[in-house]
């Protein structure tokens, strides 16, 4: 009798565990987040990082360590520990070691680290007071270049103890500039640094020569977010000297990358066509100075370099394809681009090995989580590496799939529609409109349960139909797509964002009078031009949002993000509303 009460005792606790499990914010929270991959020379080891979210006492942060696995799935450790997190890993080009940043120890700051693959405790390689921004290997492995601020002049910190640092707005830069660590070389035990650059410019980007000669880099004249166009490239002696410009051009010109023989370095431009909507084309320039060219453009006409091919015939780049981020081929002959990967969720975080054979990559869909995959790049095979969120819950998830709709002027527009869990197709569902930021950003196919802003299988869960459209203006759809908001904020998009909800009322699937807005930056933007149009939403949630374009310019620290005539345009669109 007691094993019946006990056993009947059991099936309770495991109907009610399957009743009452369901997606919450407070379960989507802890959705750890896989974010870089960094694969070694040869492919048999792929660095990556994991994000695990801290909520104890006073902590409400996310520790980032780092981890490694072998290309055949066999091995899978994490090497770094602690409560200081630990980014960027890079593998040395011999192989050896495992290069990364953090602010452990007692400098506060990031610092370059490094471990030794056959064992043994982490090294700290520099000791600098203003931290390590960026870091990368020489190509002999006996050196790393590394980005660091401006520290402060003694007059500066004499002002501050005597409490006259007042703080002028634009005015004393502390620029970032190039330096070069010995990992043979010590004085009084600390390894030797060496200052490359110096000057009134601030380095954003740069890369070693081949025969570790040179480092090439980009540089903008301040650090403030609004001097991207001003963003030159020049280069180097990799022991100090005179630098030398390579690319003087109006607009952004940025992430110089050497081929792997030493002939060519590649980069990225808006060839002087200064739109903060984002135009990026690779272009080559000979090592030694020249004529630049101009590869083939890509779908969006807004890729970012990732490497070169191991025969310095190809630049791989990446871009948003639609509801996808895809990984391309840029042949420098002029050929088109060439895809890497399919059109099937979001490739990222991609490395590539020196020796040619080997992609590392996170992959992820609306229904799989992230997780690090190797492929060999001969024939795309992708081989699932991890299973980071083994531990996270597995709830039934509201499905998600792309639409299409025509918006009112003809145009299509597509977007990810995500039922509720357990949807059933004769009922009509409350809808929540989400509104992406940018606004030439995009929703794509990311995993559905993670933590957000907004989560989404929170709201599926709760018996919400979810739009995520692409309206005009959002990239991944071409550049005429994405400039076709311009001068137009408010009313072009909003008519496909209309249409998109119309859409799923005519379906059927959502009912007209139980209508939900929301959005981040942008979105929030729109959501707040959504509710001065309309009244056929019952809730809105502003994120973020600029509710007055005209004092935004004029307070923001980006104010060429609106040029003048757009809020002149905007003044007399509103007076014939």
């Known amino acids: 009798m007691k094993l019946k009460i006990k056993a009947i005792f059991v099936l309770v606790l495991f109907i009610s565990s399957v009743v009452f499990a369901q997606w919450t914010p407070d379960v989507m929270i802890k959705f750890k987040r896989v974010e870089q991959t960094a694969i070694s020379p040869d492919g048999n080891l792929i660095a990556y990082t994991v994000s695990v979210p801290i909520m104890e006492g006073e902590k409400s942060e996310y520790l980032r360590h780092i981890w490694v696995v072998s290309s055949d799935g066999k091995m899978n450790y994490q090497f770094t520990f602690g409560e200081k997190s630990c980014t960027a890993p890079a593998f040395s080009p011999d192989g050896k070691y495992l290069a990364f940043l953090s602010a452990r120890g007692s400098y506060g700051k990031n610092q370059i680290w490094l471990l030794r693959l056959t064992g043994g405790e982490a090294e700290q390689i520099t000791k600098v007071k203003t931290g390590v921004i960026s870091f990368k290997w020489s190509p002999d492995s006996r ?123 590649a980069f990225e431009s808006d060839g002087g066509m200064i739109k903060w909507a984002g135009l990026r084309y690779v272009y080559i320039i000979p090592s030694s100075g020249g004529e630049a060219k101009r590869l083939a453009p890509t779908y969006d006409e807004n890729c970012m370099i990732i490497d070169w091919s191991a025969d310095s015939k190809a630049v791989y780049v990446s871009e948003a394809y639609r509801t996808t981020w895809r990984v391309y081929a840029l042949p420098i002959d002029g050929g088109k681009p060439r895809a890497l990967t399919p059109d099937n969720g979001n490739y990222t975080g991609v490395s590539f090995s020196k020796n040619g054979k080997a992609m590392a990559f996170i ?31 597995k709830y039934p998830l509201g499905k998600t799939e792309v639409i299409t709709w025509r918006s009112k002027d003809g145009l299509e527009i597509e977007g990810l529609v995500t039922y509720p869990v357990n949807f059933e197709r004769e009922r009509k569902y409350p809808l929540v409109l989400l509104v992406h930021g940018g606004p030439a950003g995009v929703f794509t196919q990311s995993y559905t349960a993670a933590g957000a802003v907004y989560p989404i299988q929170a709201f599926a869960q709760e018996g919400y139909v979810v739009l995520r459209p692409n309206p005009r203006g959002s ?26 909800v119309d859409k799923l009322i005519e379906m059927g699937i959502v009912h007209p009078e139980s209508l939900c807005v929301a959005g981040w930056s942008y979105g929030g933007y729109m959501t707040s031009f959504i509710v001065t149009k309309t009244k056929r939403f019952k809730a809105a949630s502003v994120g973020a949002g600029v509710t007055n374009l005209i004092s935004f310019t004029g307070t923001a620290d980006i104010p060429s993000f609106l040029p003048i005539i757009s809020e002149v345009n905007f003044g007399i669109r509103l007076m014939f509303i």
């Open 475 to 500: 990239r991944g759809y071409g550049k005429d797509f994405r400039f076709a908001n311009y001068e137009d904020w408010g009313f072009g998009d909003y008519e496909d964002l209309m249409s998109g």
């Open 363 to 393: 992959y992820q869909n609306s229904e799989t989580p992230p997780d690090v995959y190797v492929t060999n790049l001969k024939k795309f095979e992708p081989k699932k590496l991890t299973d980071v969120n083994s531990d996270f819950p």
């Open 143 to 265: 050196k790393i270049a590394f980005t660091s601020i401006d520290p402060e002049t003694e007059e500066e910190m004499r002002a501050k103890k005597e409490k006259l640092d007042m703080i002028v707005v634009d005015k004393n830069f502390k620029y970032a500039h190039i330096y070069v660590v010995s990992l043979d070389e010590k004085e009084k035990g600390e390894y030797k640094v060496k200052r490359i650059t110096k000057g009134d410019f601030h380095v954003t980007s740069f890369d070693w020569s081949p025969d570790g000669k040179y480092i090439v880099f980009s540089h903008q004249v301040n650090p403030t977010a609004d001097a991207w166009t001003t963003s030159d490239i020049s280069i180097v002696p990799s022991d100090s000297g005179e630098v030398k410009p390579l690319i003087k051009w109006n607009g952004s010109d940025s992430n110089p990358r050497f081929s792997p023989d030493g002939k060519w370095i």
